[in-house]
């Protein structure tokens, strides 16, 4: 696949996937069209070699695997995780708000948000809507308004003298969006219900009962730069890597059971049924090797890259960075160390990648936390300490990490995709 082409298919999916519901209808879409077969939980599996499969829990975390045989504990499995969940406002369950003259949306802060990013930006809604028919059914779909709705305006200056000094933003009082002037006849379920409505005419809706709903940043992503060096975009972490690692199960040959898992949730923690930090991933191996033997055989010769935008070197704050270990945007991904665990790399599996990607022909750069800050952490060690399997922390180098617009680079994304193919089919890890 070339550049353009893969940036091209990235920024749709980046564009059509504004929440975790949206961005794993997206995956289902494009797995769908490679032949792979949904399967539901709640159901008995009918696992045939040679097969493409995918399963989704709570509509926002998904498992995609390939089983060209079915001898998983004599091969092992080659996976690769990232999450779906991005930092961002989500609207209570009474939110609307009416103050002076205008409504408004009471929001919640959903995980690391940098909050003044978010003022003076065109925002819309999307997310999942539970609502009750005439005979009594409850049935969830999605929605997104796609167009611009809302606006937190900023402060006047002269209003806030200090601001140039500094300022936080208080999210009870001073992140409401504003949706328009008062209207006496304004009902957010009614605005929910004409939405559900408008995307599905043929829908019978009674009640909506509740809903799951988040602000985002209306601007399409881009190509940016002189040389169009750069993406820019809201939620490139982690849908980035989550696109990546489908495009690579996608393209990947069917010499060994390969799997992809994007989870919900690991923004606040991941502790969830569809958490990296639930039994997700678990439930789905050990349906897959119900013999308990043949589970820790496979986990024993399986590896798991876990990818996840890392920090690169800000050349207007340098001095957050060791500077040996500052990553640079499109010289290639990033391997993540921490001594004390927050990231799951070990010499091993940091051998083992260094290795695919000289074969690709790709640099490769280490990060280190410098040692007098705090480090953040991925699904990584919380996998690895789940279902045993050893890990590798990677990920892409990216500016501005939890604003409502990041920027990585053009390049890196279809290098790092070039390397995770590789793995896929990877034989042997490493040598007794």
Known sequence: MENQSFNASLLSFLKSSPTP?????????????????????????????????FVRRNASSIIAFTTPNLDF??????MIGAHTDSPCLKLKPNAHVNRHGYDQL????????????????????AGRVSFSQANGE???????????????????????RGVVEGFSVNPQEEL????????????????????????????????????????YDHQAPALVGLKQEFICSARLDNL?????????????????????????HEEVG?????????????????????????????????????ADNAHALHPNYAAKHDKLHAPLINSGAVIKVNSNQRYATNSETAAVYKKLATAEGYQVQTFVVRSDMACGSTIGPITSGE?????????????AMHSIRELAGSQDAIGLYRVLNRFLKLDTLISE
């Open 21 to 53: 519901f949206h961005a794993t209808t997206s995956m289902k879409t494009a797995l769908v069209e490679k032949g792979f077969v949904e399967l539901k939980e709640n159901q008995d599996w009918d696992i045939q070699a040679g097969g493409r499969y």
């Open 73 to 78: 504990h004599k091969t092992g499995w080659r």
């Open 106 to 125: 009471g929001v919640e802060v959903y995980g690391g948000v940098l909050r003044h990013t978010w003022l003076d930006r065109d925002l819309s809604i």
């Open 138 to 160: 409850i049935v969830s779909r999605l929605i997104d308004f796609k167009d611009p709705i809302a606006v937190i305006p900023n402060l006047a200056i002269h209003l806030n």
């Open 176 to 215: 409401l969006p504003i949706l328009g002037l008062g209207d006496s006849q304004f009902e957010l379920e009614g605005l929910i219900k004409q939405q559900l409505l408008k995307e599905y005419p043929d829908l019978d809706v009674a009640n909506v009962l509740d809903f799951e709903l988040s602000l």
């Open 240 to 264: 980035l890597s989550c696109f990546v690692g489908m495009a690579s199960l996608l393209d990947a040959s069917d010499e060994r059971p390969s799997l992809l898992i994007c989870t919900d």
């Open 270 to 306: 991941s502790l969830s049924t569809s958490g990296a930090n639930g039994p997700f991933l678990e439930d789905v191996l050990r349906r897959l090797s119900p013999e308990p033997a043949h589970y820790v055989q496979a986990m024993n010769q399986s590896m798991m890259i876990s």
């Open 387 to 399: 279902v045993g399997v050893p890990t590798l922390d990677i990920g892409l180098p990216t500016f």
